[in-house]
Nanobody, 124 residues
Framework: QVQLVESGGGLVQAGGSLRLSCVASGRTFSTYTMGWFRQAPEKEREFVAAINRSGGITNYADSVKGRFTISRANAKNTVYLQMTSLKSEDTAVYYC?????????????????WGQGTQVTVSS
């Protein structure tokens, strides 16, 4: 049974920073690509960032490139999302997910395991 638990969300002013964490249990964390997605009210879930098993390859949505950094610590079964220069449009529930199916990084259907989400609110 895989469990993903996010933390680190909160309320921050525009231009500020937050770091999200996601701790995994139940599978060999280091053998899976991990991703972060977000969902704003009345919008579809969208890809934010992904990192491969070793941490050597990362991918980002254009909307966050240069502002967000995904990283992982396999010894701690943890994936992080460092968010800087936050904007009001970054407001959403952020989810970490474990990619279990082959294919591109950006498709939610390729991730079988999801956390409960953590709310990020950016005030302008």
């Amino acid at each position: 049974q895989v469990q993903l638990v996010e933390s680190g969300g909160g309320l921050v002013q525009a231009g500020g920073s937050l770091r999200l964490s996601c701790v995994a249990s139940g599978r060999t964390f280091s053998t899976y690509t991990m991703g972060w997605f977000r969902q704003a009210p009345e919008k579809e879930r969208e890809f934010v960032a992904a990192i491969n098993r070793s941490g050597g390859i990362t991918n980002y949505a254009d909307s966050v490139k240069g502002r967000f950094t995904i990283s992982r610590a396999n010894a701690k079964n943890t994936v992080y999302l460092q968010m800087t220069s936050l904007k009001s449009e970054d407001t959403a529930v952020y989810y970490c997910a474990m990619k279990t199916r082959s294919g591109g990084y950006g498709y939610p259907r390729l991730y079988d395991y999801w956390g409960q989400g953590t709310q990020v609110t950016v005030s302008s």
